[in-house]
């Protein structure tokens, strides 16, 4: 057992370095009185919410242009360094509290959800050394508790992650038929491969976009479902029973004036007429999971939407929810999706982020902990869905190390669960989905 006492933090230190995209972000050290430490690497969005905590910078043209984040760091060591120290907590719950009330702002924006969120999980990290246990297991204790996520995994990267190339911005595969985690990476790879092979032979290999899928050089959106569905067919799986489509619409980003734009197809959609188009899209193609299918100031359409769909598919709600119980609670409420998107960023402290995975989890909703498309090599979001047994971990794309290292570490606490003599539970076997009949 740990002495409680020694989880008292000694010292709190944080430094620039670079996310997949080169921009600047904040790395953290926290030290405790222990001699245990840990180390936290903030990730950013492109297309992020208008709800989501803020994330500071400093916003000088001549600095990273406007990207340093110098004047959160230097909220860490000193005001954030300084209050912490001198409080004496020694648990995650109350330094999160203390963090939030020194901040004292709705959304973080006197220190930076960056800062916050920085000091957050490397307190997380060293609470794990010093119990020499793993993140998952400091995280949640109990081993029955511990599910590998089924993975989301991003094969074309559109929207804010492509410069706007394609309207939508993810078109993601679930292997809903993969028995466990190396068959669904096994899986995934041959449909990344033939994805990549198709674009070859076609002439429209472009690269990648931000978050490792291929970068979509398509003339409409309804044209990547026909190459999805045709990398899956010669991968040798069946579109709808080995491997589904999953879509992350990110639909705030082209939504202006009550129309959404698709930009690609020139066209101005009321919801009642996007929703249309979503649903020829769900009757023609196997889409068994849809995020942000509509602005996140839409919800007439959200829970329009829900009513007819709900039963059947995923729908789940990131700009929508960004993360906050509140905003939760009400979408919970009004019926507004029956799934959430869980990121760390978006609502700042380790401890709001698992009260809001509780509360998903509570009202019988999937969370589905997710990256962000600039990201790091901490590996935090990958204890942090097992731990929780979200079920699902969506991490972009099966290329580039910042996705990865995610998707490697899950191999690593799968190997670790298994050396401690349990038998690691895959989500597919242990978790109804709302695509399971
Ligand atoms: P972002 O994209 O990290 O750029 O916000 C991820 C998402 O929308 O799910
Ligand atoms: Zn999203």
Redesign the pocket.
């Known amino acids: 057992m740990v002495d409680e006492a020694s989880l008292k933090v000694k010292s709190i230190d944080a430094y620039t370095v670079f996310d997949s995209r080169g921009y600047p972000t904040i790395e953290c050290i926290c030290e405790l009185d222990n001699g245990a430490s840990g180390k936290s690497i903030v990730?950013?969005?492109?297309?992020?919410?208008t709800f989501e905590a803020l994330e500071l910078r400093d916003g000088d043209p001549q600095l990273f242009g406007g990207k340093s984040v110098h004047l959160a760091i230097n909220h860490i060591k000193t005001s954030i360094q300084t209050a912490v120290l001198k409080s004496g907590v020694n648990n995650q719950e109350r330094l999160d509290q203390l963090l939030i009330d020194l901040d004292g702002t709705a959304n973080k924006s006197r220190f930076g959800a960056n800062a916050i969120l920085a000091v957050s999980m490397a307190y997380a990290h060293a609470v794990a050394q010093s119990k020499n246990l793993p993140l998952f297991e400091s995280l949640n204790p109990d081993p029955s508790a511990h599910i590998i996520p089924l993975p989301e995994i991003q094969i074309f990267g559109g929207g804010?992650?492509s410069a706007g190339r394609i309207d939508l911005?993810?078109f993601m595969v679930i292997c809903t038929g993969a028995e466990n985690l190396m068959q669904c990476y096994q899986m995934t790879f041959d449909v990344y491969q033939a994805a990549g092979q198709l674009m070859k032979e076609r002439g429209q290999m472009a690269g990648l976009a931000?978050?490792g899928g291929y970068w979509p050089t398509f003339d409409s959106n309804t044209e990547v479902f026909v190459i999805l569905e045709e990398s899956i067919l010669r991968a040798g799986y069946i579109p709808g029973k080995d491997i589904s489509i999953s879509l992350?619409i990110?639909a705030t980003e082209f939504y202006t004036d009550g129309k959404y734009h698709l930009k690609l197809e020139d066209r101005y959609l009321s919801a009642t007429q996007f929703a249309q188009v979503l649903d020829d899209w769900i009757n023609k193609y196997a889409v068994c999971s849809i995020?942000?299918p509509f602005s996140e100031v839409d919800h007439i359409a959200w829970s329009t939407f829900t009513e007819k769909w709900g039963d059947k598919l995923q729908l789940i709600g990131?700009?929508l929810f960004v993360t906050n119980q509140r905003l939760l609670q009400q979408g919970i409420k009004q019926k507004l999706a029956n799934s959430i998107?869980i990121?760390l960023n978006q609502i700042g402290t380790v401890t709001e982020t698992l009260q809001c995975i509780h509360l998903a989890q509570e009202a019988g909703w999937r969370p589905v902990i997710?990256?962000?498309?600039?990201e790091t090599e901490d590996t935090f979001i990958s204890h942090l869905a097992v731990a929780t047994g979200a079920g699902q971990l969506?991490v972009g794309s099966f290329a580039r190390s910042e996705r990865m290292v995610k998707w490697n570490e899950l191999l690593r606490i799968q190997r670790k669960i298994s050396q401690s003599g349990q038998n690691p539970s895959f989500a597919v076997q242990t978790i109804r989905f709302p695509w399971d009949i």
């Open positions: 990730p950013s969005g492109a297309s992020t919410g804010a992650h911005q993810d931000d978050e992350d990110a995020e942000d990131d700009d998107l990121k997710s990256a962000r498309s600039g969506k």
